[in-house]
């Protein structure tokens, strides 16, 4: 294919990008309505795209421009689609993990930080930005002494704002609970949701875990913590709705599996479910594909399947369609 002078064709594709665009772009990466372009300026011996999308090879090469120190590579990207993603750059014989220079957008979590690439037609959902106009509800801190688990748990409880004692409540246990706090905003996103009227005023509640790997897969000790001392303990400070219809779920990865978990051993206590991407590993026959680590998620999620029964009157389910875990959360 012939070039026009002062275009560059990137790699596995037709889309062309002026070189004066590329040497002087100031924010990477550059989206088009099929996908973006990453790009790198530095001198390197080779650079890579490391990410985690289902599908897609989790190390993409990008090409070199001429003789300049400027890197580009061209992904794939449906509209209305982001992901996370960091670069790998070599420079002699030794690699470095590193977050894209030329892009402000970043995402937190327990284990770092990622970029953020947002597809042509991406938008934040307007639910989980700070409102000014909605009132802020306070966080306090209470101890559970828990029989079940052997030892104290710290729980920060979300009191709506306008509580009233006058009225009852209903209970949100979200397992993880100071991380979606902190890296989801999530008391931005309640206070949100109460002020639109789109959900009622509620209290919830945030555990944390010391050893999430351990007790979030298949615990029952954890489950009789999450679903009934919790829950005993929070009754005698607020006044909560006993219906199980006021009582909910919430979790995400392994906090998924002791959602579903916790409610499935006590059936009748929590109405609604909330599965957030869960760590579903199981196995129609042999060994299930994940580490070791799943292996308790696995007993539990065979037992599941197989006789389900009814954990909760309703249950909301949600998997990114880039990442590994959606094959076990379609299933």
Known sequence: MSRTPGETTLPDTDARVDMDVLENVRRSPIVDTGGVTFVYRGAADAVNLRLWIHGLPATQPFERVGE???WVLRVELPENSRIEYKFAVTRDGREEWILDPLNPL???DPFGANSVAQGHGYVRPEWTVSDGQARTGAIEEVTVHS?????????????PARFRRSRQYPLLIVHDGFDYLRYADLRVVLDNLIH?????PLIAAFTQSPDRLEEYAGHDGHARFVAV???ELLQHSF????SPAARGLV???FGAVASLHAAWRHPGVFGRL???????AFADIGHHRRSSTFDPVARFVNEFRRRPGRPAERMYLSCGIYESLIYENRS
Do not use: K, T
């Open 147 to 159: 029989a079940a688990l052997g030892d104290e748990r710290h729980v920060g409880v979300y009191v």
């Open 106 to 108: 970043r995402a937190s």
């Open 274 to 280: 909330a599965l957030q991407s869960g760590s579903f």
């Open 239 to 242: 006044p909560l709705h006993p």
């Open 68 to 70: 300049a120190d400027l």
């Open 229 to 231: 001392e919790i829950p």
């Open 196 to 200: 639109r009227l789109e959900i009622p």
């Open 251 to 253: 979790g995400a990865s």
